[in-house]
């Protein structure tokens, strides 16, 4: 696992999309998984102006998001669908046919999990993964508790995740709002993306950073499913460092990067 600390938020930002755009120069018919929440906010954003100021192309890209609540239409503006769309979609040429975000209207929500693993499988799998942390170490909507080998499925969200997402999205007090289900990827669903990018800022993720990249492999925090992954990338601001035992060392490696080509080429002769 690489552990990159960015000096704050909008370092970390430009650090994500610039993993994203270095993925997409480079297979421009990536398949990109995708993430909602808080923190992807301005990845996003910088992801959109360089599509409009650098021409960053997305007509041959497939995306599929983590998640989606239950009972939620794609036009309500706290679905993920418009979270999306407004975002980012709406602002780059990705071809709309080419769009996934788990239906949370689905009438048999078993059946669609089942497709959209399928449709997931039939796009080559994803390329590379975005996601946040929730403050309980979930990623997508994997609760604590969940399989590390678990599918696309329903689930439960816990009462926190519920409070955190009135807090931040619904409004302060308005847990009655926030959906209690969601279809999410599964973390063995997750884990099948070729590479991960994991993405955290800010001090109240500074307890659930320690646990998950300096702690046991645990389904109770399903984030510490990425120690399992062979590359996978964490991007976080100081704050959310704060707790991290070898946070020097993570610097250090990030400062010798481009160091050990330099000493294979003078092993090589040149
Ligand atoms: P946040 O949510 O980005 O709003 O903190 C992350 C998550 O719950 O996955």
Redesign the pocket.
């Known amino acids: 696992m690489e552990v990159i600390i960015a000096k704050d938020r909008a370092e970390l930002a430009e650090v994500a999309a610039g993993i994203i755009r270095e993925q997409i120069l480079r297979k421009p018919n990536s398949v990109l998984g995708l ?1 909602t ?4 906010e301005e990845t996003y954003a910088r992801l959109v102006k360089y599509h409009k100021e650098e021409g960053l192309d997305f007509s041959k890209i497939t995306t599929f998001n983590l998640d989606e609540y239950i009972g939620l239409p794609p036009s309500h503006d706290q679905s993920y669908h418009y979270f999306m769309a407004d975002r980012l979609f709406k602002h780059v040429n990705v071809n709309p046919e080419n769009v996934h975000v788990p239906m949370g209207m689905a009438p048999d929500p078993a059946a669609f999990c089942e497709w959209y693993e399928d449709e997931m499988e039939k796009a080559g799998g994803v390329d590379l993964q975005l996601l ?3 403050g309980d170490g ?3 909507f994997n609760e604590p508790g969940s399989s590390l080998a678990s599918r696309t499925r329903v689930k439960t969200l816990t009462e926190q ?1 519920i409070k ?1 997402n009135a807090d ?1 999205f619904f409004g302060k007090g308005q847990e009655h709002l926030v959906p209690k289900f969601a279809i999410t990827m599964g973390v063995g669903t997750i884990l099948e993306a070729k590479k991960l990018l994991l993405i955290a800022y800010g001090k109240r ?1 500074a307890g659930i950073v320690k646990k998950f990249v300096e702690g046991p492999v645990t389904s109770q925090v399903t984030a510490s499913a990425l120690q399992l992954h062979p590359d996978s990338i964490v991007v976080i601001d100081n704050e959310a460092a704060a707790e991290l035992e070898h946070k020097d060392y993570y610097k250090w490696v990030y400062s010798q990067k481009g160091e050990l080509q330099k000493v294979l080429d003078r092993l090589a002769g040149n």
């Open positions: 993430a929440g808080s923190t992807p946040g942390i929730g979930h990623i997508a995740t955190d931040l993720k």
